[in-house]
């Protein structure tokens, strides 16, 4: 296995931590410039985006340690009885690529996780040994994101804390029994005492710091999760609620969803067939209604059909609204800032902007139609000076009037 160059096993490497997506990269279509002809490649692999505390997008050399694994999750590439290619990294090789990648600028940072090799204790005590070695022997100051292994020595967790700005265990399955069912290796009471426990340590070391400057950091850049999406059968109710629990239980800073995509070599448990990508948005948005937006998860859940799935072809917010249009027209000039929010269209930004520009004077429609892109999906939710919509609200066909236009399915997805 170590006779693989470290570029074979980087590509295998890399390779196998992209359906990991708590560290948010985006993807597009394959292009590379092997044939002498343009510049550049979206075929590298390795490097991804993410967002730091303070905002900026920063690019991290994603990696697993290796892709070896003694436990059997169903949805997972990687697992147990996969027929995969497998390579494996040692701590020094790992701390050596972070460092050429980051002296030739391709990267602010490392993510990195791992399969299970010999032993939960043995795999996490070798994660820490990247971290560690980079902060310590190498002095390493970039973004450190270390995946954690719940099955782990909680003492193996804490020192993961010490090093890394961010550390996440993945939750993986938005039930308990779709845990059972398809992670059979891992169980739902361990997953979330160790974010308790994460969520203690990174308090404690917060309030720490405030009376001594000198206090250690703990993950400063808190924890995060996964859940893939579809592989269970679990609704987006169900998993908007998940999510709502897991933010309060545990103050997670995100929830990532992850739609799931039949992997090579698919076990036969799974759906054959992946759930939209446009759910896996959809849910992003009613994350965003939560965080953002004020909307309690009860609220998220009331813009689901019986079935408790979010409508795919409306976003959320816009079905909440056709759900509840009692609480509509709101009058842009009077309205207090929890209700503009609730207004379809209008994002964070354009209610700041509203909220100060109607300080000076009374807006009218123009004025709302600099401040968003689509002045139409507005118009039968709001008053201003000169607009005030009279049967539109009513209409029955109010929904097929806002929907966008419906789009070719694709043939082989
Ligand atoms: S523990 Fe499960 S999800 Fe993680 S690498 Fe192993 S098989 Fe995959």
Not at 119 to 127: C, G
Not at 149 to 157: F, G, N
Not at 181 to 194: H, M, N, T, V, Y
Not at 361 to 385: C, G, H, M, N, Q
Request: net charge positive; proline share 6%; aromatic share 8%.
């Amino acid at each position: 296995m170590l006779d693989r160059s470290i570029s074979d096993r980087l590509n295998i490497l890399a390779d196998a931590a992209k359906y990991d997506a708590s560290c948010a990269s985006s993807g597009t279509s394959k292009r590379n410039s092997r044939d002498g002809r343009g510049l550049g490649s979206t075929e590298g692999m390795g490097i991804c985006h993410a967002y730091a505390p303070d905002g900026r997008c920063i690019s991290l050399l994603k990696l697993l340690l290796t892709n070896h694994c003694i436990f059997d999750c169903h949805y997972c590439v990687n697992r147990k009885s996969s027929n995969v290619v497998r390579a494996k990294f040692t701590p020094r090789e790992v701390v050596d690529l972070t460092l050429a990648f980051y002296r030739r600028n391709y990267i602010e940072g490392l993510f990195l996780s791992s399969g299970i090799i010999r032993s939960s204790d043995h795999t996490m005590e070798q994660l820490v040994e990247v971290a560690r070695s980079l902060r310590e022997d190498h002095q390493f100051r970039g973004y450190i994101h270390l995946k954690t292994i719940p099955e782990a020595d909680p003492e193996l967790q804490r020192q993961a804390g010490l090093w890394a700005d961010r550390v996440s265990i993945n939750v993986e399955l938005p039930t308990s029994a779709g845990l059972e069912r398809l992670a059979p290796d891992k169980k739902a009471p361990q997953i979330e005492g160790s974010m308790g426990s994460i969520r203690s340590a990174i308090e404690e070391a917060g309030d720490a710091r405030k009376r001594f400057r000198n206090a250690p950091r703990f993950a400063p850049a808190g924890q995060s999760t996964q859940m893939i999406v579809g592989a269970d059968g679990a609704s987006d109710a169900q998993i908007v609620g998940k999510a709502s629990t897991l933010y309060t239980s545990y103050a997670l800073r995100r929830v990532y969803y992850s739609a799931f995509s039949p992997i090579p070599d698919a076990s036969a448990v799974l759906p054959l067939k992946r759930p939209p990508l446009i759910r896996e948005h959809r849910l992003y948005q009613s994350d965003w209604l939560m965080r953002f937006y004020g909307f309690a998860p009860h609220e998220v859940q009331q813009a689901t059909d019986e079935s408790g799935m979010l409508p795919l072809d409306i976003d959320p917010k816009l079905a909440w609204a056709l759900r509840f249009r009692e609480r509509f027209p709101v009058d842009l000039n009077r309205a207090p800032r929890e209700m503009l929010l609730r207004v379809p269209g209008l994002g964070t930004k354009a209610v700041g902007a509203i909220l100060a520009a109607r300080r000076h004077r009374t807006l009218r429609l123009e004025d709302l139609a600099r401040l968003t892109r689509s002045i139409a999906k507005l118009r039968p939710f709001v008053v201003t000076a000169d607009w005030r919509p009279t049967q539109l609200l009513e209409r029955a066909d109010l929904r097929a009037r806002l929907a966008p236009p419906a789009q070719q399915m694709e043939l082989f997805a």
